[in-house]
C-alpha cells in the first residue's frame, strides 16, 4: 500500500496568447519514489498506495502509471487512486443535448486563461467533500507553470461561472475537478475540452479523456466505465501521443 522511497508524473474555446510551452511530461526526472502498480491491485480497489510526496515528477509518474492523488478520508494523508472500474470520456462519444447546444450560447470559454481562479473554485470549502487542499493548490499550480496542467474556463458577462482542470501527458487528459456557478457551466467546459483535445481530423485516435469515476452526470454526456486492465492498456497507447493543449 505504501509509495516507497527509490534507492539511488456551440461555444469556441479561445487559447490564452502567453501562456508557456510545456514542457514534455516524459522527459522530468524520475520520481525519488516507487510508486504502486494498479496491474498488480485486486479488482475493485481503489486505493492502492499511501504517502510520498507531490512533486512535479511524482505527480506525472503516477498518471503515466495510471494513479492520481487524493487525500484519504480527508484527513490529509496523501493517497493513490485507480479506481476500477475507471471512468473515461471517449472523444467520439460525446453527448451533446438539444438544450445544452441552446444553453452553450450563453457563455465564452477560453483555455488557460485563470487557472488559479478554476483551481480556487473547485477547492471551495463550501463545496461538499472537498480534498482540494492547498498544498494541492500549490501542486498542481507548478504544474501549469510547466504546461503539463490546464484549465478551462467558462464565462457569462466576464464572469468566471464555470470550468475544470486536469493534467495533460501525451494523448491522456486526466480530469481532476470541475465546478459551477451558473447552470450547465460545468457541462459547457467538458464540452470545450473535447473540441479541444478531438477537434481536428484524426487527433482522437489514441487518446485517453481519464474522469476518475463515471457518476450519473457524466454518463449522460457520454461517459462510460471500464475495468482497470482495459484503463491500463488504453493508457499505455495514449501517453506515447504528442500533446494538444500545448504550445509550441
Same mark, same amino acid.
Given at each position: 500500500?505504501?509509495?516507497?522511497?527509490?534507492?539511488?508524473?456551440?461555444?469556441?474555446?479561445?487559447?490564452?496568447?502567453?501562456?508557456?510551452?510545456?514542457?514534455?511530461?516524459?522527459? *522530468?526526472?524520475?520520481?525519488?519514489?516507487?510508486?504502486?502498480?494498479?496491474?498488480?491491485?485486486?479488482?475493485?480497489?481503489?486505493?492502492?498506495?499511501?504517502?510520498?510526496?507531490?512533486?512535479?515528477? &511524482? %505527480?506525472?509518474?503516477?498518471?503515466?502509471?495510471?494513479?492520481?492523488?487524493?487525500?484519504?478520508?480527508?484527513?490529509?494523508?496523501?493517497?493513490?487512486?485507480?479506481?476500477?472500474?475507471?471512468?473515461?470520456?471517449? *472523444?467520439?462519444?460525446?453527448? %451533446?443535448?438539444?438544450?445544452?447546444?441552446?444553453?452553450?450560447?450563453?457563455?465564452?470559454? &477560453?483555455?488557460?486563461?485563470?487557472?488559479? /481562479?478554476?483551481?480556487?473554485?473547485?477547492?471551495?470549502?463550501?463545496?461538499?467533500?472537498?480534498?482540494? &487542499?492547498?498544498?494541492?493548490?500549490?501542486?498542481?499550480?507548478?504544474?501549469?507553470?510547466?504546461?503539463?496542467?490546464?484549465?478551462? /474556463?467558462?464565462?457569462? +458577462?466576464?464572469?468566471?461561472?464555470?470550468? *475544470?482542470?486536469?493534467?495533460?501527458?501525451?494523448?491522456?487528459?486526466?480530469?481532476?475537478?470541475?465546478?459551477?456557478?451558473?447552470?450547465?457551466?460545468?457541462?459547457?467546459?467538458?464540452?470545450?475540452?473535447? /473540441?479541444?483535445?478531438?477537434?481536428?481530423?484524426?487527433?482522437?485516435?489514441?487518446? %485517453?479523456?481519464?474522469?476518475?469515476?463515471?457518476?450519473?452526470?457524466? /454518463?449522460?454526456?457520454?461517459?462510460?466505465?471500464?475495468?482497470?486492465? +482495459?484503463?491500463?492498456?488504453?493508457?499505455?497507447?495514449?501517453?506515447?501521443?504528442?500533446?494538444?493543449?500545448? &504550445?509550441?
Amino acid at each position: 500500500m505504501h509509495a516507497l522511497p527509490r534507492t539511488s508524473a456551440h461555444t469556441c474555446a479561445v487559447r490564452c496568447p502567453d501562456r508557456r510551452a510545456a514542457v514534455d511530461a516524459r522527459r *522530468l526526472p524520475r520520481s525519488a519514489w516507487d510508486l504502486p502498480d494498479p496491474a498488480l491491485a485486486p479488482a475493485g480497489e481503489d486505493l492502492i498506495g499511501v504517502g510520498a510526496d507531490l512533486a512535479p515528477s &511524482t %505527480v506525472m509518474a503516477a498518471y503515466a502509471r495510471g494513479l492520481f492523488p487524493m487525500d484519504v478520508g480527508g484527513d490529509g494523508q496523501l493517497g493513490w487512486w485507480s479506481p476500477d472500474p475507471r471512468g473515461v470520456l471517449p *472523444l467520439d462519444r460525446l453527448h %451533446v443535448s438539444r438544450s445544452l447546444r441552446v444553453a452553450s450560447r450563453r457563455f465564452q470559454t &477560453t483555455i488557460d486563461m485563470s487557472f488559479g /481562479e478554476v483551481i480556487a473554485a473547485c477547492a471551495s470549502q463550501r463545496r461538499s467533500h472537498g480534498w482540494i &487542499t492547498p498544498a494541492f493548490q500549490a501542486a498542481y499550480g507548478d504544474l501549469h507553470a510547466l504546461g503539463i496542467a490546464h484549465s478551462v /474556463e467558462v464565462w457569462r +458577462d466576464s464572469e468566471l461561472v464555470g470550468g *475544470l482542470y486536469g493534467v495533460e501527458i501525451g494523448g491522456l487528459f486526466a480530469g481532476e475537478s470541475m465546478f459551477h456557478r451558473s447552470r450547465d457551466a460545468s457541462k459547457v467546459a467538458l464540452v470545450a475540452l473535447v /473540441e479541444a483535445l478531438g477537434g481536428a481530423a484524426g487527433a482522437r485516435e489514441g487518446r %485517453v479523456l481519464d474522469i476518475q469515476w463515471a457518476t450519473p452526470h457524466l /454518463e449522460s454526456l457520454g461517459a462510460i466505465a471500464i475495468g482497470r486492465d +482495459d484503463y491500463l492498456r488504453r493508457l499505455g497507447a495514449a501517453v506515447q501521443c504528442d500533446p494538444v493543449l500545448a &504550445t509550441d
